[in-house]
């Protein structure tokens, strides 16, 4: 869609026209833009560069003015006689008065008189050290070479800038050094005079020193630990601004060379080359706003026309009928405009049509099953985009082909009218309600999970409960609903079709009136399509055998029991487990076939044993669909009087999740089968749903525990502890106890032990046929 909309945008002469213009503006702002930006900056660095040339003039300017101003001052001292007198006596108190009046008069720090022995003869600095080395014998001798010597040198850690000149009368008598301190005011003053920033730095071992500088404490150490990569000139970084420097030789000290360091902060030059440059985007960027809205003006003016007729196309192609196409001049353009309406009304006249022939119903007006189907798609999209839920409700009417029948089918599509009606008015305004087929409606419920519906499943069921007046004849219509939820039982629209229509038809069997999809309504193999026949032509034809394993009492009293198993050898496909034709015979209903069969042949088989003086009491199980059938009981009655079998020799056997669907009527049933004096025990006890309170209230004698708290019984201490709870727990509740899935002597005495009243297990033995379960007891009774 998006490399559409572009390739649209690429075709469209307004763009282009509005794109060519912008981009050749662009194009000059940005050569202008470019060249000014160059030599802006070749300027703003060429400025930059000059005023250091500047400032390293002014710098050794006022150097030598502060050496004149030393000249002079020690000038003046040497030429003083009291001085000179002083220097033939040796008085050093007259010598450091005369050097601290003469030093306090023009500013210098420093005053010290040598003899011509290069020994001290007075220092202002250090008065006791009269008689000591002069310490800068090298300038010294220079100052005897050529009558006077300047430098600057370091004294107790400190920079001076100091001169040596003779003291005649007339021959050279003494030497004197005048000095001024090189100090962070000094710099300041230079700063003030030159506009740069100024440092003085030694190249003494083990480093760098600065003695004196202008910059702050944050660039001061920043350039403390640059100094070893410094260069004459360059440029450097301190405390994230840039400088342009030129580092400048003064004189060579005891110490080491000492340079002065000229620094002029780029950041500060460059700012009004930045802010013109921010001037010159502004008024490109508003150049580019005029020329674009200019651009799109006289473009709109030129391709309006073209355009509003181009998008009425497109709505067109894209399904919207309902436009005004507001042109009416008489160019080509008007008559290309009024037979783009004529078209345009044509073709939403035609397409109302088929819309209203494919996807909606004749009948009731509502959505038929192809809307009803792109609706659930686009509804399952967004929910899965939004991580949402969605139901669906499957609705078919009982017992409608009756009315049709009865009635005729003209009142049968009034009761469909009818019931469409009511369904789209008891729904929200987001929902769906669409007629698939016949007498089967559907809802679509977006945001709705399953809890939701079935907690307000009586909105929909209340639409029934008004009888239907059909000119003057109260009808009752009943329906059966099947309920689905996205994400959980599908995540396409053909799932949860599937999986609604067979819970609908779990409803319309139960009678429940509802049911909810379960997951463990599976779906069959292909396979299973003729199993089906095969099944009743089973059943029909006695090809089902029944097997037989033995329930053994621990303590060797009672008579012999045993569990009677269905068994299928099919003549073609050969053995078929339990486990692929029972679940599938309860799914589809013939269950109930199977169930009378079993018992049947269980009954008659307990009957034969009987009259033959070895009484077997035989259990059968019985599935969920069973416990819901009412005529359940009157069946078994039948059954046992047929074969004149006293009723204590029959025990039917259910799973505890087979009362759990609808408990009331299973109950009901549980209740008429103990009045016969059958027993009835609960299998895989422990597995399913059932609670205590609620177990306490079933008409059962016997509990069977489950296979998998058996098997590991004799190592597994968990085991063991629920084993042995549940024996208690069912001899106090007056119920025999049986374990099943036995296999190994051990658990039998761990079994006998906790007081188990019977096993059920390979350990005695595999589910057998008749013949081998007779000739299995005559070996258990010679053992014995």
Not at 199 to 214: D, E, H, K, M, N
Not at 331 to 348: K, V
Not at 375 to 387: F, G
Not at 571 to 596: H, N, S, V
């Amino acid at each position: 869609m998006r490399n559409e909309f572009w390739q649209r945008s690429r075709q469209s002469l307004t763009l282009r026209i509005v794109v060519f213009f912008t981009a050749l503006l662009a194009l000059v702002l940005s050569a202008a833009f470019a060249l000014v930006s160059a030599a802006n900056l070749r300027i703003s660095r060429d400025t930059v560069a000059h005023e250091l040339d500047t400032g390293e003039k002014v710098f050794r300017r006022l150097l030598e003015q502060n050496a004149s101003k030393l000249t002079q001052g020690a000038g003046v001292l040497a030429s003083d006689f009291g001085l000179r007198e002083a220097i033939g006596t040796g008085d050093t108190a007259t010598l450091l008065s005369a050097l601290r009046n003469h030093g306090n008069r023009i500013g210098a720090q420093i005053a010290m008189v040598s003899g011509l022995d290069n020994r001290l003869l007075a220092d202002t600095l250090h008065p006791d050290r009269s008689g000591q080395a002069y310490p800068f014998a090298p300038l010294l001798a220079e100052a005897g070479q050529r009558g006077s010597a300047s430098g600057i040198e370091v004294i107790d850690g400190r920079l001076y800038q100091i001169l040596v000149v003779p003291v005649r009368a007339p021959i050279t008598l003494a030497w004197i050094t005048m000095g001024f301190e090189v100090d962070d005011p000094t710099a300041a003053d230079l700063q003030a005079l030159a506009g740069l920033q100024v440092s003085f730095l030694v190249q003494q071992r083990p480093g760098w020193q600065i003695y004196a500088s202008t910059l702050g404490p944050a660039q001061r150490a920043a350039l403390q630990t640059q100094l070893s990569a410094l260069r004459a000139a360059g440029q450097l970084t301190l405390a994230q601004e840039v400088y342009a420097t030129r580092r400048i030789q003064l004189g060579h000290s005891v110490k080491g060379p000492v340079y002065a360091l000229l620094a002029r902060s780029l950041d500060e030059a460059m700012a009004p080359f930045y802010a013109l440059q921010g001037t010159l985007i502004i008024l490109a960027g508003f150049a580019l706003l005029v020329c674009l809205l200019v651009g799109i003006r006289l473009a709109r003016r030129i391709t309006g026309p073209l355009r509003a007729l181009a998008l009425v196309a497109q709505r067109i192609r894209a399904g919207d009928y309902r436009q005004d196409i507001a042109i009416h001049d008489g160019s080509e353009i008007g008559q290309l405009a009024g037979s783009l309406a004529h078209m345009q009304q044509a073709i939403a006249e035609r397409e109302a049509e088929i819309s209203k022939l494919a996807f909606q119903d004749s009948l009731t007006g509502l959505p038929n099953r192809l809307r009803f189907n792109q609706r659930l798609d686009e509804a399952i999209l967004r929910a899965e985009q939004a991580q949402g839920q969605l139901s669906v409700l499957l609705i078919d009417l009982d017992r409608f082909q009756q009315i049709n029948d009865t009635l005729g089918h003209p009142y049968g599509d009034r009761v469909l009218a009818e019931v469409g009606r009511r369904l789209a008015a008891c729904a929200r305004a987001e929902d769906t309600v669409a007629r698939l087929s016949g007498d089967e409606f559907a809802l679509l419920l977006p945001g709705m999970s399953t809890s939701a519906v079935l907690q307000n499943i009586g909105r929909i069921k209340r639409v029934f409960d008004q009888r239907f007046d059909l000119d003057g004849r109260p009808l009752d219509v009943r329906a059966s609903i099947g309920v689905v939820g996205y994400p959980e039982h599908g995540d396409n629209a053909i799932e949860l079709m599937r999986c609604a229509d067979m819970a609908m038809y779990r409803a319309k069997r139960s009678g429940s009136g509802h049911a909810l999809y379960d997951t463990g309504m599976r779906t069959f193999r292909e396979e299973h399509l003729s199993l089906l026949g095969d099944l009743q032509q089973a059943v029909d034809n006695n090809e089902l055998i029944l097997y037989y394993q033995p329930k053994v009492a621990i303590n060797g009293a009672g008579g012999d029991e045993a569990e009677a198993l269905v068994r299928w050898i099919h003549p073609r496909k050969g053995f078929i487990p339990p486990g692929e034709f029972i679940p599938f015979a309860e799914q589809t209903g013939y269950i109930k076939e199977l169930t009378r069969w079993v018992l049947a042949r269980a009954i008659k088989q307990a009957g034969q044993w009987l009259r033959e003086g070895r009484p077997v009491k035989v259990s059968v199980n019985l599935s969920t669909r069973d416990l819901l059938d009412p005529g359940l009981p009157a069946t078994v009655a039948s059954l046992i009087d047929l074969a004149n079998l006293p009723p204590d020799y029959l025990c039917l056997e259910i799973t505890e999740s087979g009362f759990m669907d609808e408990p009331a009527k299973a109950l009901d049933v549980l209740h008429k089968l103990r009045t016969l004096g059958l027993s009835l025990a609960i299998d895989d006890y422990g597995t399913g749903y059932s609670s205590l309170a609620y177990i306490r209230r079933l008409p059962i004698t016997e509990l069977k525990i489950d296979r998998a708290f058996v098997l590991e019984l004799a190592h597994s201490q968990g085991d063991a502890q629920i084993v042995r709870s549940t024996i208690e727990l069912g001899h106090r509740l007056g119920l025999k106890v049986v374990a099943e899935g036995v296999e190994d002597q051990p658990v039998v005495a761990v079994l006998a032990e906790m007081g188990c009243d019977r096993i059920q297990g390979y350990v005695f033995g595999k589910p057998m046929p008749a013949e081998a379960f007779d000739q299995w007891r005559n070996a258990r009774l010679q053992l014995q």
